[in-house]
């Protein structure tokens, strides 16, 4: 009995923590979408009017220029090519997945971020009961594997072996599958996808699952590539587990 309550439990606590998230990008996307359109518009208006003026423009106008268009860099606005990147949004439902699993992981990459009032004020609420609710989870998930590991170890344990070098055997287990499986692989699949080398692909799965998040390096991003639709949302998913994964490794 125990056991199935347990089992309810944990898919109560996955499937809300999922809810979580999805609802949450929801109103990130209602709440920030606009605001971005209308951004990319002004930036393609500042790009036309500089293109049609720029012999004429002053030592002022230029600088003036420069500086609006690191602003609207920075906001992740590119006023790169053509008219239909303004309908290209960082907000879509995919994008704002990930923008919510990186604010309750911590990882917080900083490049996707609310801008408009409504968006702040509910990220705080939003980040304040989501990360708890992320640490129960990842919790969870590292005690469903780290049951796995005592299963391992009983069935050690019965071949004859010391308990001593199960638990040595179990942690490099998990240590060298996890770097496997969390570390190389995708950054071969970064590699790939991405452009980047295989040494970024490292770094920037390190730099994420550690949560450090720097932010120069994001998936989904670079202007000019093409990503197949739920791109982001698989690599949301494998954070997730990463951070499950690395949890567990604190268990162990």
């Not at 801008?115 to 939003?126: D, L, M, R």
């Not at 469903?144 to 072996?161: A, I, P, R, T, V």
Request: proline content about 2%.
């Amino acid at each position: 009995k125990a056991m199935c309550s347990g089992k309810l439990q944990t898919g109560l606590l996955v499937a809300g923590y999922f809810v979580y998230l999805l609802v949450g990008a929801a109103v990130f996307q209602a709440l920030e979408r606009t605001t971005e359109k209308q951004e990319k518009i002004a930036a393609a208006q500042m790009k036309e009017a500089f293109l049609q003026n720029f012999t004429r423009l002053t030592v002022v106008e230029m600088e003036q220029f420069m500086k609006n268009l690191t602003e609207a860099i920075q906001n992740g606005v590119y006023p790169v090519g053509n008219e239909s990147q303004i309908e290209d949004s960082n907000w879509d439902f995919s994008n704002s997945f990930f923008f919510a699993g990186t604010v309750v992981s911590t990882i917080g990459y900083g490049t996707l971020r609310p801008k408009t009032a409504g968006g702040q004020i509910f990220c705080v609420f939003f980040a304040l009961f989501g990360i708890p609710l992320n640490i129960v989870f990842l919790h969870r998930v590292g005690k469903m594997l780290s049951l796995l590991c005592k299963k391992l170890g009983k069935f050690l344990y019965e071949k004859g072996m010391r308990k001593k070098k199960i638990k040595f055997l179990t942690l490099l287990f998990f240590l060298a599958t996890g770097i496997l499986v969390f570390l190389c692989l995708p950054s071969l699949f970064f590699q790939i996808t991405e452009g980047w080398s295989y040494s970024e692909g490292i770094y920037f799965a390190f730099i994420t699952l550690s949560t450090i998040g720097f932010g120069d390096y994001v998936v989904g991003k670079q202007p000019g590539r093409s990503y197949f639709s739920y791109y982001r949302t698989l690599v949301a998913i494998w954070i997730l587990f990463g951070l499950a994964w690395i949890a567990l490794l604190f268990n162990l």
